[in-house]
């Protein structure tokens, strides 16, 4: 009987388990899908939705619990703004696990772990520069300049003496 286990060992200790998950968060939150195995997305992927619903939150309490989870100034800014701009409309249910079929090597469940939102295109607005017009008096040309290919010295045979 397991009585007091909570959660999956994944064969580490409680420090290590607690590295592991906070690292495999970041690069969720940072490259928005990473690939890993069942186990460790089964793990983790309660644990990446409670904290986005934290990071809705507007409190001071969750935002230290979002601090002491992903110990990293940038991620837990960039989970804040992903939970208000992307996730506004969702109340859970963020993630997603897609399976990708065993590796070779040690035949693991390998999976793609992923938000279900995609992710809002960024479309730069690129202004017209006004064109002046080339006076009629002066045009300019272009000068193009045709470069030879540079050949490289040929070696000389290799005699062997004997």
């Known amino acids: 009987m397991n009585h007091g ?6 064969g ?5 388990r607690r590295r592991l998950f906070m ?10 899908r990473i690939k890993t195995t069942l186990a460790k997305a089964k793990a983790i992927q309660p644990m990446v939705d409670k ?11 969750a935002l230290s619990e979002l601090r002491k989870t992903l110990a990293l100034e940038s991620s837990v800014a960039s989970l804040r703004e992903m939970a208000k701009s992307r996730f506004h409309t969702r109340s859970s249910g963020y993630t ?9 090597g040690d035949a693991a469940e390998e999976v793609l772990l992923e ?21 009629s008096k002066v045009q300019e040309a272009e000068v193009v300049e045709e470069k030879k290919p540079v050949q490289a010295p040929k070696k000389p045979a290799v005699s062997s003496k004997k």
């Open 5 to 10: 286990y909570f959660g999956r060992k994944l």
């Open 115 to 135: 938000f279900v939102d995609a992710a809002p295109v960024k479309t730069e607005v690129v202004k017209a520069k006004a064109v002046k017009e080339p006076s």
């Open 96 to 104: 997603r696990i897609i399976r990708l079929g065993k590796r070779h």
């Open 12 to 16: 580490r200790d409680v420090g290590q």
């Open 23 to 32: 690292q495999l968060s970041r690069s969720l939150i940072t490259y928005g």
């Open 51 to 61: 904290l986005i619903t934290k990071a809705k939150s507007e409190s001071n309490a």
